[in-house]
């Protein structure tokens, strides 16, 4: 079955150091790859997704991730984070073929200290 | 509507009761999800519905679980005597289509219905 897996369970980081989330997922074949958050009372929202070509996706809010098919990873980078940036971070995979299921990894709890 | 919608946004209940959840998806859109999200967990898949029929309800997980989409836009998640266990967020998400590459097949969630079993 597939699955998704999210090293980093709490992540705590002061203003402008740099964010590195790390995502692993276990589907060989083609996927579809997600970042969603959810800020503190907020619904999820989508960060940035990669389907194809360029493996460096930028997203909203001066996010990044990375696709690196050898290793199956999809890690979210930002250089510098704000305080604003204090929430929760989901990776997600998706099949590429016909319908299949999203599925999401357990989450990454960041919180920034002014 | 402008986002999907999805009440009520809090519920609690007692052990063996009738619950049931509704889901107002984004207008035209043709796929519909159920997920639920269980404390310290990422979403996990419940249902898929395209159009008026459950195309997927793989992630289901009893016969106490039921859920309908009758005109192919709301929908309703159905649970039968509920148990403690049941308790977490139901997440309901739309998107264009259901399948396929492209922004047409990404989901966009809800606030959630919080479900607490006494």
């Known amino acids: 079955a597939q699955s998704v897996s999210q090293h980093n369970h709490h992540v705590i980081l002061s203003e402008a150091a740099s964010l590195e989330l790390g995502c692993n997922y276990s589907?060989?074949?083609?996927?579809?790859l997600f970042w969603y958050v959810q800020y503190p009372g907020q619904h999820l929202q989508l960060l940035l997704k990669y389907f194809s070509g360029d493996p460096l996706v930028k997203g909203i809010k001066g996010f990044e991730a990375e696709f690196i098919k050898s290793k199956f990873s999809f890690n979210l980078r930002k250089p510098s984070v704000q305080w604003s940036d204090t929430a929760e971070y989901f990776c997600a995979v998706r099949r590429n073929t016909g319908f299949q299921k999203l599925v999401f990894g357990t989450g990454t709890r960041l919180l920034v200290s002014p | 509507g402008a986002g999907v919608s999805q009440t009520p946004s809090n519920k609690v209940t007692e052990k063996g009761k009738y619950v049931e959840l509704r889901c107002d998806p984004i207008s035209g859109h043709t796929a519909l999800y159920w997920y639920r999200q269980s404390l310290g967990q990422g979403p996990e898949f419940l249902i898929y519905?395209?159009?008026?029929?459950?195309?997927?309800d793989s992630g289901l997980p009893n016969d106490r679980f039921f859920a309908v989409r009758p005109e192919g836009s709301v929908s309703t998640l159905k649970i039968q005597r509920t148990e403690r266990g049941d308790s977490a967020v139901y997440l309901c998400?739309?998107?264009?289509?259901?399948?396929?590459?492209?922004?047409?097949?990404?989901?966009?969630f809800g606030a959630g219905s919080r479900l607490t079993v006494l």
């Open positions: 589907y060989g074949g083609t996927v579809n």
């Open positions: 519905f395209q159009g008026t029929g459950a195309a997927d």
């Open positions: 998400a739309s998107s264009l289509k259901g399948t396929g590459d492209g922004g047409a097949n990404v989901l966009t």
